[in-house]
């Protein structure tokens, strides 16, 4: 049996585990013989098609996901037409709701499996040419060829999660990409109606010793970035301290990005992630929304107090990025709501910030439920939401734009206290700026970190001179050209020990040392006098001396 994984993803930094998580199961089958053809969505559907039909597979199997949905489709279905008989099997996120549509638009698809594909998997390809069998496979839905029916098997699930060998252990687990997925947990404790594991309330985790061995195999392969699968790492307090001290124990070797709580932060964790090494965590905060009704509307456990209580918490830790979101069109959810969401998490000071669109994902009780929360959605992927009864198709895309905005300026840490500055002292600022940049053009088009910045000044300049002097010290921070305007008036000083004698008692060293060695520069800007020197030596454009004179 030639059994062909067609393996798409939405970018070349992108690696499903679909493939090694099955495969590993049943690597131990001489009568099986596996290929794969990977691609991205930006690849030419015609050309994958080809190389798939090249193959000669018996079957061909491909998850979905929101973002490679169409191209998986754009693919299989030229592959139909290649091979003929060939059997299609499909899997993924994208079939966790029903399931009758797709497969009745999409009849050369044999069959899809709703949920976790480990087991049943592998027990539809051993009844392939046996639909009388097919009955018995749980989350196998298909048509009859016979008189059309539709048959739904329900949700797979596998119930003994330990008991599954890790992807890693498959041929196929790509280890090239920059960072690996490592899920040591499935289902979630919360009942989120937006999320695909918000009814899947049976919680399975690996043991740590089990997590362990995996981060061992990830180690040794050179890996320096792990993304942690679990819904909500922090459900267990306990499990989630030893986790951390497992983590320690990779100190300077890999990093690790993790969902987090932000309302389940007991002392004993607190105490934990306060200790840990400076760069061994990157955290995601779930907010989506800072009103207590949007968050009832949405099932989110929690109170909105402790949620941000824990926020804060961790925003106030030196040693670890937080990185929070806000969902555009939930439910009872305003712009206004959004913009007062915006300002009063850039206060709190998350290192990164995140505005997406609803999507409204099968399978979730937010689809389900979307007639009578007047929500308007795509009908095709990613089903962003297109309107509410809170919020018009217009301010929807303003909420967009404002994303794109605090990606521009906000998640760069070269602008990041500008932007924190003029978004608290400036009530308008938020949607003034975002028009501005809308209306120049610019959101839709790759900027350059400096050309951001260029556009900043000339910003300030006309609606916010008091800032201008901030955002020089920023330009030439982050290591641009003293000949540009946001530079500011240029001085060298030659004789940096004179100059020092001369104003002792005037000069406040912000950080570094004066050496003799390093170049002098001097920059007058909106009534203050700074001076920064840089290092000969390594030719660094930042500087590594900052001092101000009064």
Known sequence: MKILWLDINSSYSHSSVALPAIHAQVRDRDDWEWMVVRGTINDNPGVLAAEVAAHKPDIIAATFWLFTHRMQIEVLSRVSRLLGNVRIVCGGPEFLGDNEEFLRQNRFVTSVIRGEGEIAFPELIDSIDDRDRWESIHGLCWISDNDGTYHDNGMALVEDFQALRFPEESPFFCWDKPFVQLETTRGCFNSCTFCVSGRDNLIRSQCIRQVKERLDNICSHGIKDVRVLDRTFNYDTGRACQMLDLFREYEGKMRFHLEIHPSLMHDNLKRKLASLPKGLLHLEAGIQSLDSKVLAECGRKGSLKSSLDGLIYLCSLDNIQTHADLIAGLPFYTLQMLCSDVKTLTGIGVDELQVESLKVLPGTRMRDNSDGNGLKYSPLPPYEVLETRSMSPEELRMAMNISRMLDFYYNQPAWQSIIRTLIASDPDFLVRFTLHLRDTMVLDSPLSLERRGLILYDYCQENHP?????????????????????????????????????????????????????????????????????????????????????
């Not at 004066?514 to 030596?537: A, C, K, N, Q």
Request: hydrophobic share 40%.
């Open 466 to 550: 008091e800032m201008i002097s901030s955002v020089t010290v920023a330009w030439i921070q982050a290591g641009f050209s003293f000949r540009k305007k946001p530079a500011g008036k240029v001085m060298k000083i030659k004789h940096i020990e004179s100059f020092m004698s001369d104003y002792s008692s005037n000069i406040n060293i912000e950080y570094g040392n004066p050496l003799p060695s390093h170049r002098y520069f001097l920059i007058e800007t909106g009534g203050r006098r700074i001076l920064f020197g840089y290092d000969s030596e390594n030719h660094n454009p930042a500087p590594v001396f900052m001092a101000t004179i009064f």
